[in-house]
């Protein structure tokens, strides 16, 4: 059911260039053998042969892929922001209130969101303590960017970056279904970048960050 204020404003029309997500719920394809898929930030077609594609943004192929088995649920989120992007996360579980936010860039980490309060940076994240769920993390050559502090000191820390981090599709995230024991789950997903000119791809494109009942659901089966 749609909140009260969410009605409001689709009736003031504040957010008139917002909508719902597709009403029907999307179930999530169970697929026998799933532990191919190496949480490398490589999205490999054999990896994720058997998964609902969903594509977000079809002028770059950023797109999100799910399946299950029996252990794990299994996501993929393909991003045209091959360098300095980073992926949040929103997972609500259709009986509980409260708001889990994965959060994988340079290191990976969760948060738990009580109510609608939040911000990007409050409550803060627990970096490298993540549990019963693991992603890839954005990974630099060390020994080449100290190469190039060394040759240049006052060298652009961002363009830095840029030439040092190892290549990568995406994130690809693992969730244990003896934590994430849903029977249906809604989700959202913010792909974001630091690089100039680009601009953050929010999936469902029309969700509202605080809204759930905006986001897309997903049926579980199977736990």
């Avoid at 009986?95 to 409550?123: A, C, V, W």
Wanted: charged share 25%; aromatic share 10%.
């Amino acid at each position: 059911m749609i909140s009260l204020l969410l009605h409001q404003l689709l009736l003031s029309g504040s957010i008139a260039t917002f909508g719902l997500p597709p009403e029907k719920p999307i179930v999530v394809p169970t697929v026998e053998n799933c532990r191919t898929v190496m949480t490398d930030g490589i999205i490999e077609a054999d990896e994720w042969k058997g998964a609902h594609e969903i594509l977000i943004d079809g002028a770059d192929s950023t797109g999100l892929l799910i399946k299950q088995d029996t252990d794990f649920i299994y996501i993929a989120i393909r991003t045209r922001f091959q360098r300095l992007s980073y992926v949040d996360l929103y997972i609500q579980a259709d009986d509980e209130n409260t708001i889990l936010n994965l959060h994988s860039s340079s290191q990976i980490g969760e948060r738990i969101l009580s109510d609608t309060l939040f911000t990007d940076t409050s409550p803060a994240f627990h970096f490298g303590n993540q549990k019963e769920w693991y992603a890839n993390e954005i990974r630099f050559d060390r020994i080449k960017a100290q190469e190039l502090v060394a040759a240049n000191p006052n060298r652009d820390r961002n363009l830095m970056q840029l030439e040092t981090n190892y290549y990568y599709d995406g994130f690809e995230y693992l969730l244990k279904k003896s934590r994430f024991s849903y029977k249906r789950m809604r989700v959202r997903a913010e792909i974001k970048t630091g690089m100039p000119g680009h601009q953050n791809i929010f999936y469902p494109k029309a969700s509202l960050q605080k809204h759930p009942e905006t986001w897309q659901e997903f049926v579980v089966k199977g736990n």
